[in-house]
């Protein structure tokens, strides 16, 4: 038993430190609007990082594969029985984060003689306009971040390091402002700001220490790199579907086409 | 439920009712509840359609469903707008005939199951796991029907598109203890199902082409004769009511989708064809 309440905090600082690492090299997520709803977009490997949870609410993750399918699990649980027993209607992304998976993150975290949960997550709900999209990040710990309510145009980012975020978010903030972006320009937009935050996540590794000065960076190329180990993963939430499940899973064709030429 | 191997605490298979027991919700006690509701409320007029008739025939393109719209109680007409036709996914229709609100609740859950069970697994259902779904829903609530209360005779309609083969529509229906059948041509329920599978076997097998080869406005055309031959010797069927310009609900199931037969082209087909 933790008998001095230092040793605690000692105990949680270690495990941030080690889950902090064992995030660094995760394969960054990027969410953007587009004309007809909201993209998200990764380059993963073996396995599938981006998910439905509910008719409206799309899941993606970067970290352990198994800690995230037990969250992804978790989410479609909660969603579906509350759907259920109440309505469609009163699912809610919201209450989702808040009520159920964040005080079960937070507990896991926090006990320090149970395993942790690994990863960092991006979850969003569209709703009937881009004002009442619901987009939020949720860490580990519990935390949750909801992302960027004051400017009219969603977008945000799960990376490795905070350094990744920071340049992939002022990346996306230099590149486009434009929101009624297509779906292709915003896969292209998307593609570009991962390579970025993928590259600064890989070469903080090396540059501990060192200040992170705007490094020139060449996103097409750093994408065709990796596309070398993996493939582009995408998927769409209407924001006015032919059905009530407004997620779609995009296939390689269109993937391909889109970011053939960035 | 006890197994002989320890299952692993993280072991998913999809079923979603099972998640639901956890969480205190069990079908066959839920489904008891509304059918005692309904019970009580028979005596004072509550809504059934036992008599009615609904239909699923196979044609070109898919399947049709149409499904008359009135409900009774007893020898009293209830309502004249019910919705027997029940869409539970993008290609799955349940037709109902039985009582509306236990049918509505195994409807629900079986809308819900479908969707649990593609989210959680990452891909659809087959159409054999959806219709045993069904027959699980039945079977549960066999004790009502063995009193005679809250029975629901349903057909299941669906058209098959796994992994991009085409499995062209099917249908199922089921007797009132949930064993299924699969019907090979059509199949139809409820009290006018005699008159209507009887013409059905006729034309199916002298008409001038097999039901399968007939096209879309053919097979519309045929399912609202059909309703209105039903309808003529049982009184708790309704065909086309003129006087209140209520038409038979009318889906067709194809590889696109589910589209249902807008009133406006209904009235058109009946006037010259019907």
């Known amino acids: 038993m933790i008998e001095e309440p230092y040793r605690w905090v000692e105990a949680i600082a270690n495990r941030r430190e080690y889950i902090e690492d064992q995030l660094r090299l995760g394969s960054p997520v990027v969410m953007l609007n587009y004309t007809e709803g909201l993209l998200l977009l990764t380059v993963s490997r073996e396995t599938r990082k981006i998910f439905e949870i509910y008719d409206r609410v799309a899941f993606s993750a970067l970290g352990h594969p198994a800690d995230i399918e037990r969250m992804r699990l978790v989410a479609i649980d909660l969603a579906h029985i509350e759907g259920f027993n109440r309505a469609v209607a009163d699912v809610s992304l919201r209450r989702l984060v808040h009520f159920g998976m964040s005080p079960a993150l937070k507990t896991a975290f926090e006990q320090v003689f149970s395993a942790p949960y690994i990863l960092k997550m991006l979850l969003a709900e569209i709703g009937e306009d881009p004002e009442q999209d619901y987009i939020v990040k949720l860490d580990y710990d519990g935390s949750l971040a909801r992302s960027h309510t004051e400017t009219k145009e969603p977008f945000d980012v799960i990376a490795g390091t905070s350094d990744a975020e920071a340049a992939m978010i002022n990346y996306l903030g230099e590149h486009d402002r434009n929101s009624r972006r297509s779906l292709e320009d915003a896969m292209k937009l998307a593609a570009r700001a991962w390579a970025v935050g993928m590259d600064t996540a890989q070469t903080g590794e090396t540059e501990e220490g060192e200040e992170t000065e705007k490094r020139d960076l060449d996103p097409e190329k750093i994408l065709k790199e990796n596309l070398k180990t993996g493939h582009v993963e995408a998927a769409v939430l209407l924001r006015n579907g032919p059905s009530t499940s407004r997620f779609r899973l995009l296939d390689e064709k269109e993937v391909r086409a889109a970011i053939r030429d960035l | ?274």
């Open chain 2, 1 to 274: 439920m006890d197994h002989p191997l320890p299952i692993p605490q993280f072991l998913h298979d999809g079923d979603f009712l099972s998640v639901l027991k956890l969480h205190g919700y069990e079908v066959a006690p839920r489904l008891a509840e509304v059918a005692a509701k309904f019970e009580a409320e028979l005596g004072k007029g509550g809504i059934a359609t036992e008599g009615t008739t609904v239909l699923a025939v196979k044609y070109k393109d898919g399947v049709l469903l149409a499904g008359d719209r009135r409900a009774t109680a007893g020898n009293l007409v209830m309502y004249e707008r019910a919705e027997k036709l029940i869409t539970i996914d993008a290609r799955s229709i349940l037709a109902i005939a039985g009582v509306p609100a236990v049918a509505f609740e195994m409807a629900r859950v079986l809308e819900h199951s479908f969707k649990y069970y593609q989210r959680s697994q990452l891909q659809e259902m087959s159409t054999a796991g959806k219709v045993r779904t069904l027959s699980k829903l039945l079977k549960e609530n066999l004790p009502l029907t063995l009193r005679g209360v809250g029975m629901v005779v349903p057909i299941f309609a669906t058209y098959e598109q796994a992994d991009g083969k085409d499995g062209g529509g099917k249908v199922y229906f089921y007797d009132a203890l949930g064993a299924q059948f699969e019907g090979v041509d059509y199949a139809a329920s409820g009290s006018g199902s005699i008159a209507v599978r009887s013409v059905l076997h006729f034309l199916n097998t002298w008409g001038d082409k097999p039901l399968a080869k007939y096209n879309e406005s053919e097979a519309v055309a045929t399912a609202l004769r059909l309703l209105d031959t039903a309808a003529d010797s049982d009184t708790a069927t309704s065909g086309y009511n003129p006087k209140s310009n209520i038409f038979p609900l009318v889906r067709v199931i194809t590889k696109e989708g589910i589209r249902e037969t807008p009133e406006t082209e209904l009235g058109r087909i009946y006037r010259s064809e019907v």
